[in-house]
């Protein structure tokens, strides 16, 4: 299976692609820039994508790793309609962007989470997102989106899954 | 805390992963410059080959010194700092050749085949060898390397230490750190038609990268158009390496008449940037048997590094504001920054403040154990209050005074007399000693005297009803943007959807400085209410007649334009149109220039500061005997900023700076060997994680400033300048042991 599904699509990586990062062929490849490249040795988690449900730092993995799995980037997050999921809503709500950098990252981290746990406490949430650095905020309010987030989803029986595989929506 | 609410203009482009940073922009054609690397730390006799990296497979080109139309160096006050090194090498950041290819990939293996030769000299690595009479001499602009001298003198320290019952001298240390921006510095470059050079890039302040790739380039300001993109973080660090990059990338696009894309990975990022100057910090104190501080002498050397960047500024905040916000008859100063041939230190969010607040925040304490008075009231007995005079003798009667004020909030709100009693004091039965500790302090708002200080606001009102709005101040991640925004909206009773920043130009709006000092919201939003006025004037003269009354009887609320009484009314829409009827551009200008200052060179002494923001930082924490680690437990910061305009916003720079700060007492410090950076990533210099945070609290306290024509100060340094000495004094009064240097590292033997 030479296929890797992007965001819900299907691509065929070339021979040469193959031997790229992931975030690499995510970034000049598929032109999926919200994927950050922050230190490119898996320390920062701005490059942080998730793959079958869980968090990967797409610096550190080839695509060649990656075929035949379900790759979900910032970009898949929102609805097919472009309103926002409910994380990235949260995000913005809480207060918890400032350059925005960690964002895509810290979005991610946080899917991946409330795919694994609905209901994360806070000390799970900080641990959760230990991977992913954010310089400007003090996590604090990012803390409070995940809360937030994970809140909302259960209060209004939303989906966690993101939005590109919302096909019904 | 339950967040409120945050507005963004940016944040659904952030969340969405649609915000555009430098590296995220590509251009059909475009080149990949990369930088190549002197490789000594002082030598002389630079030569560099390029011939195998010309033939290397892409490459299109490498340039050197001898390419350079205009001048290879620049800085921002000595213009010494290298874009591109001739012949004498100062720093391991020093750049020596750019390297052009089709791809990065061929331009990162025609670099390596660069060869750089040199005669290396004995480098100068630390302040002690830099002070020494016969060290080499670093600067190649003066004979010396004490490169900054500033002083301050008011009264008479030695008379005054004869009366008092407590002297203590002591020495403090702090750390080399860096900004760690998660985002390095990277610029494109496009080259347009009519000769002008487009930059995109990853920088803090658009006038100087345009003053910097102006002079590399030898052309007029007007040939660089510099454009503000999303930026990833900056905390002071993103002006003058992150304008050399675009600069570099600038001079690419005008040899080869391609787009050129440079773009920093975090080795050479920590290689090459200006870091936070460490400190050494000498006081000796006299105080009465009652807790009066009566005299201080200060010694402080900075290590500026191979070259002189902001150092000037930022040893001249240390010195203004040279024992915290405490009123002492008699203080002495001496402050110097010392070149070395360390990789040069410069702006970090706090610029010489968090430095002298460890150490003068720390000597409180230290006095109050000694003379076993309680430490909140020996900062109540010193701290100024309104009408007091500051060390540099300026009189604070033009603004609240709010030092008291904030210091009992946070007293209250975190409980700290009972908690103090609680503390462990080097003395527990289980593994774990507890500790509270607080520190104050007060921050001149904006430059001061260290420079001009002015911004300008442009208002461009269209015919729909919309309006178009840019200031000089520039959006690092801080929310500057939105800021400005709410402040336009409240001041023209408007909807704040009306209301669009326009994408800022170095070629529209003019040159209002840097986006630094905490000086975004005070003077971008006072800049703003300038214009505001002129837009005012202008649309009140000419719909006055249509609201049947005189112009100065025409106000503006509820998204509409009022006449007397209510009567009568005009939409936006309504209001844009009946101008253009009138044939009146809906436009203004306004300019805002900060409150005069002044200072005397010779003594130190002035109104160094239009006006001060307060602030107070308690911390809770433990100690585990065992091992000496340290857990954060609570921290609650009070500030006041004025008026808050963004309160999501506003929280958010609390909680980052005192982050930064937890950094800068626990975990940061940027090392070199032999003047090489040993870290050269995330798993070598380590920055504060989710997990290593506790809940914290931020108390907003609201002064409106009449130096602010929004009532607004700021907040970006403040919250980070002063958790540090409250973590050493919670760590004193956990374990007995007193930190008097950064980062804090603690003995399990020390403990038991």
Not at chain 2, 177 to 185: G, K, S, T, W
Not at chain 2, 338 to 355: E, K, L, S, Y
Not at chain 2, 396 to 423: A, W
């Amino acid at each position: 299976m030479n296929t890797l599904t992007i965001n819900g699509a299907d691509y065929e990586p070339s021979d040469e692609e193959l031997g790229l990062t992931l975030m690499r062929y995510l970034r000049e490849k598929r032109f999926l820039r919200g994927t950050k490249n922050g230190c490119e040795q898996g320390l920062c988690g701005t490059c942080t994508v998730v793959v079958d449900g869980k968090p990967l730092r797409s610096c550190r993995s080839s695509v060649e790793k990656n075929l035949g799995k379900s790759i979900i980037t910032i970009e898949g997050m929102e609805y097919p309609d472009g309103s926002l999921h409910p994380i990235q809503r949260a995000f913005l709500d809480s207060g918890a962007v400032q350059c925005g950098f960690c964002t895509p990252g810290m979005v991610m981290s946080s899917y991946a989470l409330l795919l694994r746990e609905p209901a994360p406490d806070r000390e799970a949430i900080r641990k959760a997102l230990r991977g992913n650095l954010c310089r400007c905020t003090g996590y604090q309010q990012i803390v409070d989106a995940v809360e937030l987030a994970s809140r909302i989803m259960r209060e209004q029986d939303l989906p966690v899954e993101a939005g590109c595989l919302a096909h019904d929506r | 805390m339950t967040a409120e609410k945050a507005f963004r203009n940016d944040g659904y482009a952030k969340v969405s992963g649609r915000a555009a940073y430098a590296d995220d922009f590509s251009v059909a054609g475009m080149l990949h410059m990369v930088p190549v690397y002197a490789e000594y730390v002082s030598a002389k006799n630079l030569r560099v080959h390029t011939e195998a990296a010309l033939a290397s497979p892409g490459c299109v080109r490498v340039i050197t010194a001898k390419d350079v139309p205009g001048r290879t160096h620049f800085g921002q006050i000595e213009k010494d700092y290298p874009i591109i090194a001739v012949d004498r090498v100062r720093s391991y950041g020093d750049v020596c050749a750019l390297v052009l290819a089709e791809t990065r990939d061929q331009a990162l293996a025609a670099a390596a085949l660069v060869r750089v030769e040199a005669e290396p000299l004995k480098p100068v690595l630390t302040v002690e060898e830099a002070l020494n009479p016969y060290a080499p001499v670093v600067p190649g602009y003066g004979d010396t390397n004490i490169v900054v001298e500033h002083k301050l003198r008011k009264g008479d320290p030695d008379a005054a230490f004869a009366g008092c019952e407590l002297i203590l001298e002591e020495e403090f240390h702090t750390q080399t750190i860096e900004q760690a921006y998660l985002e390095p510095e990277a610029a494109l470059c496009v080259p347009r038609h009519d000769g002008v050079i487009e930059v995109y890039g990853s920088m803090q302040h658009p006038f100087s990268t345009r003053r910097f790739s102006a002079a590399l380039l030898g052309e007029p300001l007007s040939n660089i158009e510099v454009y503000t993109i999303a930026v990833g973080g900056g905390f002071g660090g993103k002006d003058d390496t992150a304008a050399c990059v675009c600069a570099r990338a600038a001079l690419g696009a005008r040899l080869t008449g391609r787009p050129v894309k440079m773009t920093y990975d975090r080795a050479w990022s920590f290689r090459e940037s200006y870091k936070r100057h460490p400190y050494t910090l000498k006081y000796k104190v006299g105080v009465t048997s009652e807790g009066r501080v009566m005299a201080v002498k200060a010694t402080m050397y900075a290590d500026s590094g191979a070259y002189l960047s902001v150092s000037p500024w930022v040893t001249w905040r240390s010195t203004a504001q040279c024992f915290g916000p405490y009123s002492v008859d008699n203080v002495h100063a001496d402050v110097y920054a010392v070149a070395t041939n360390n990789i040069f230190n410069g702006a970090m969010r706090g610029f010489g403040a968090p430095q002298v607040n460890f150490a003068v925040e720390s000597l409180m304490d230290m006095i109050a154990a000694e003379l076993k008075i309680h430490p909140l009231g020996l900062r109540r007995i010193n701290m100024v209050k309104q009408d007091s005079l500051t060390v540099t003798g300026q009189k604070l009667d033009k603004h609240v005074v709010s030092m008291e004020e904030v210091m009992n909030r946070v007293v209250h709100d975190i409980g700290y007399r009972k908690k103090y009693e609680q503390c462990s004091f080097g003395k527990a039965e289980g593994d774990e000693l507890y500790g509270i500790g607080l520190a104050i302090s007060y921050r001149g708002a904006s430059l001061g005297a260290e420079g001009m200080d002015f911004c300008s606001c442009i208002l461009n009102g269209q015919y729909d009803g919309s309006l178009l709005l840019e200031t000089g101040i520039h959006e690092n991640g801080q929310g500057s943007e939105s800021a400005m925004i709410l402040i336009l909206a409240e001041a023209l009773g408007c909807d704040q959807k009306r209301i669009r920043y326009r994408r800022p130009s170095t070629s529209n709006v003019p040159d209002s400085g840097t986006t630094v000092a905490t000086r975004g919201t005070i003077m971008g939003g006072s800049a703003v209410m300038a214009a505001v006025a002129e837009f005012k004037a202008l649309l009140s003269a000419h719909l006055a007649e249509r609201l049947r009354c005189k112009p100065d009887e025409v106000n503006f609320h509820d998204d509409k334009i009022w006449g007397l009484n209510y009567e009568y009314s005009l939409s936006w829409e309504e209001a844009m149109r009946e101008l253009y009827l009138q044939r009146v551009t809906p436009y203004a200008f306004g300019s805002f220039k900060a409150p005069d200052v002044s200072w005397d060179d010779t003594n130190g002494q002035g109104d160094a500061y239009f006006t001060f923001v307060y602030s107070c930082q308690a911390v809770e924490l433990s100690v585990e005997k065992k091992t000496g680690k340290v857990k954060l437990l609570n921290i609650v910061a009070a500030h006041d900023i004025g008026k808050a305009i963004n309160r999501a916003m506003l929280l958010g720079q609390i909680y980052g700076g005192i982050t930064q700060a937890v950094g800068m007492a626990l975990m940061e410090d940027f090392k070199l060997e032999e003047g090489k950076p040993v870290a050269h990533n995330f798993d070598g210099y380590i920055l504060p994680r989710s997990t290593d945070l506790p809940p914290m609290t931020g108390i907003i306290v609201e002064n409106h400033d009449p130096a602010s024509l929004t009532g607004a100060k700021g907040i970006g340094e403040p919250a980070i300048e002063l958790l540090a000495p409250a973590i050493a004094n919670a760590v004193y009064n956990a374990t007995g042991i007193r930190a008097k240097s950064l980062p804090i590292k603690l003995n399990p033997e020390d403990l038991a």
